[in-house]
């Protein structure tokens, strides 16, 4: 099982970027997936969560209206469409799998950093 996170980097506030997760070795349409982040010294935040079917999405509230996530089941891949960035966004972003079947069966990406500064 594998969930790969790219697209980070850094980016002056005001920009934008696209984190992608490529996910192999489960069956992707099957599991709700999520981003979430950490930045230094703080918690695990909640940032995005789509559905299996990618029609139910919701999103934390301090990134409601500029963040937007999707997903390709035909190519077991998910977004996150990060515009009008803030310093505060700055953190660790980790790509989340949970099955929908058993939601003990929970699968995590290594994280790819997202700096906003100018």
């Known amino acids: 099982v594998q969930l790969v996170e790219s697209g980070g980097g850094l980016v002056q506030p005001g920009g934008s970027l696209r984190l992608s997760c490529s996910a192999s070795?489960?069956?992707?349409?099957?599991?709700?997936m999520r981003w979430h982040r950490q930045a230094p010294g703080k918690e695990r935040e909640l940032v995005a969560h789509?559905?299996?079917?990618?029609?139910?999405?919701k999103y934390g509230d301090s990134v409601k209206g500029r963040f937007t996530v999707s997903r390709d089941n035909d190519r077991n891949t998910v977004h996150l469409q990060m515009n009008d960035l803030k310093p505060e966004d700055t953190a660790v972003y980790y790509c989340?799998?949970?099955?929908?079947?058993?939601?003990?069966?929970?699968?995590w990406g290594q994280g790819t950093q997202v700096t906003v500064s100018s």
């Open positions: 989340n799998a949970q099955s929908v079947r058993n939601r003990l069966i929970d699968y």
């Open positions: 070795g489960f069956t992707f349409s099957t599991y709700t």
């Open positions: 789509i559905s299996s079917g990618g029609g139910n999405t």
